[in-house]
Each structure stands twice: as C-alpha cells, then as structure tokens.
C-alpha cells in the first residue's frame, strides 16, 4: 500500500478531499488527517474494528488511550455519560481548540478507545479540515498522532508519509500544524480538575476560567490502564539522543559533545537564546524565544535532525514559565 496524498488549497481539492476521506472513514478505514495541534490518525470512534487498526498501525501499547475528536458540543456530550457545568464553562473558553477533557465515556464509545478505563479524552479541534470531516462523516473521530507510536509527532503531511506511508490508503495534506504540540489533558473526573498532559492552554489560563487546578504526576508504567495519551515516560523521541541542557559558553557545549560522540559533525543544537557560532550552519537551528513559535517549530526540526542523520541533539533548555511547560514536558519525555 502506498497512500495517496491529496491536497487542500483551493476549495474544490478540499471538498474532494473530505469527500474521500469520508468515504474511506465510513468504510471502517484508517486515514492521516491534519489538526491544529499534531497530524491525527484518524478512524471511527464508535467502530471497534477501525479503531484496532490504529493501535496496530502505530504500533501502539494497549494501555494507552486514544482521544475522542468532535465538531460540535452536542456531539462531545453525546461521547459522554455526563456533561458537568466545569466542562461548559471551559468549552465556551477553549473550544474549538487546543484542550481535552476527560470524562466518564459513554457507552457507546467502545472500551478500545479507552484502553479499558471508565474515562474518555474529547476534544473540539478547530483545524477546519477535520471539522468537515467529522461533520460530513456524522460521528467522532478516534484520532492519536499520526506517527509509530514513541515516535516524533507529524506536523506536517510529509512526516507522515515517513512514517505511515506505506500502512494507510490516504494522508490529506491542510498546511503546516499551528500549535505543533499536542493538546492539554484536563481530568475532570477530580476535584480539583487535574492537568494530566500540559500542553500551550497552560494552567493559569485554565485557572482564569474555572478556578483552582492540579497537576497529577501519573505513575508510569504501573497503571493497567491511563486515562490520557502522553503519560509514557518515552514519548515524542527522535531517533537520535536527545539531550535538553543550558550552556553558559561554546566551550562549555563543546565539552557537552566531546563525552558523548566522537564525530562533531553528527551533533545538532536546537537554541532558542544562546546561539552557537562556531559550529556548522546546518547543525544549529534557531527557534525565537516565543513559547508559540517554539511549539510551532520544535517537531518539525527533531525530525529534520534525524533525516541529516544526526547522532546527538542538544535543545537549549526551556524558561522555567507557565506558557513553556507544554513544552518542557515533551522535551522531558523525548530525552528519556
């Protein structure tokens, strides 16, 4: 299988391409479609038999869960046994956007979906492909990232064609992902509500909205089953070694890369304030020193690194600030 890509950029190819992915998407079939956030693997989230699919596609482990996508809050509420006031309340702030929460599922929603939990992530992404799509479709979608599981997240059509190109029949291709890291997981079977993924909605703009939240360190690798994606202690890792650090000078970086590697050429950085100068041009990236514009960025070259072959990559260690820590917590979990 080699799957067909189809673009998006006048709106006769993006009516086809719903159209196709529709089709291919009611016939219990698994495709790549873009979000705000990441590229999603996308298949019917009330069919048990599609959603197996994405699991074996990407490699998956069985406990972890997959998010619910919707186009509409009358669809989220029927994904769900109940739909608390704390949920309107962050609906009307953040969606369609950036945020999943986590609720008791519905019974219609097949216990895959939820790796087995009582619990279901939904989210209302607001990239307009995949809207169209759910509503042309007229269910949910089941939608992780559309990469092999552990892997680099796809923010763009060709990543996806890298990893997955030869697993599915179709990648639509809507643009570069605008927010490049995955969406907040915010519990809401807990009191407070807990912030089970961190993501660029951080915690104080939550807090503006409905008040007191927590942070809920997950016990890795001991629960049967999570109740969100992005709580694997690896996760989001390139191929090479990642290693996030400060540096007060070359020389101190320089060090850094003489213990671990013998050939200097095969070492990238990735720096957002301190920039190296001695080192060769296409090894060193620069990303502003803007959380968004990080967030945009940072899949996009943890997988250019690893296409230049690189053995070593070394990322400038984020600011310490509420608006990083969607970001801070992929690069942890990307060096482990």
């Known amino acids: 299988m080699t799957a067909e890509v189809l673009s998006t950029h006048t709106p006769e190819l993006f009516q086809k391409a719903v159209r196709h992915a529709a089709e291919l998407l009611r016939a219990g079939e698994v495709v790549a479609l873009p979000t705000e956030t990441v590229y999603g693997l996308a298949a019917n989230a009330l069919e048990e ?3 197996a699919k994405i699991f074996k596609i990407k490699g998956r482990p069985a406990n972890n869960p997959i998010i619910v996508h919707v186009a509409s809050n009358e669809m989220a509420k029927s994904c769900v046994k109940n739909f608390p006031p704390v949920a309107e309340k962050l609906a009307r702030s953040f969606w369609p956007g950036p945020l999943t929460v986590i609720l008791p599922r519905a019974e219609k929603i097949p216990e895959i979906v939820a790796a087995g939990g009582q619990t279901v992530g939904i989210r209302w992404p607001s990239h307009p492909f995949i809207q169209a799509v759910i509503l042309e479709c007229d269910f949910p979608l089941a939608a992780p990232s559309a990469n092999l599981s552990n892997s680099i997240s796809p923010t763009n ?16 291709d809507g643009g570069q992902s605008q927010v490049g890291i995955e969406s907040t997981v915010l519990d809401l079977t807990v009191s407070p509500p807990s912030i089970l993924r961190p993501g660029m909605i951080h915690a104080e703009s939550l807090v503006a909205v ?69 080192f060769d041009a296409a090894n060193v990236s620069v990303i502003p020193h803007d959380a968004e514009a990080f967030a945009r960025a940072i899949y996009a070259e ?21 608006e990083w820590s969607g970001i801070a917590d992929r690069l942890r979990r990307a060096s482990s």
């Open 302 to 322: 943890l997988h250019r690194c690893d296409e230049a072959g690189a053995e070593l990559i070394v990322v400038e260690a984020p600011p310490d600030l509420p």
């Open 157 to 172: 059509a060709e990543h996806v064609s890298r990893s997955l190109g030869g697993k599915i029949p179709l990648i639509v």
């Open 49 to 51: 038999n599609a959603i």
């Open 210 to 278: 409905i008040g007191e939240v927590g942070s809920e360190k997950s016990k890795m690798g001991s629960e049967k089953s999570l109740r969100s994606p992005g709580l694997l202690k690896k996760h989001y890792a390139p191929k090479a070694k990642l290693v996030v650090m400060n540096w007060k000078d070359e020389n101190e970086l320089r060090d850094h890369f003489a213990h671990r590697v013998s050939d200097l050429a095969k070492c990238h950085v990735i720096a957002h304030t301190r920039i190296p100068s001695g």
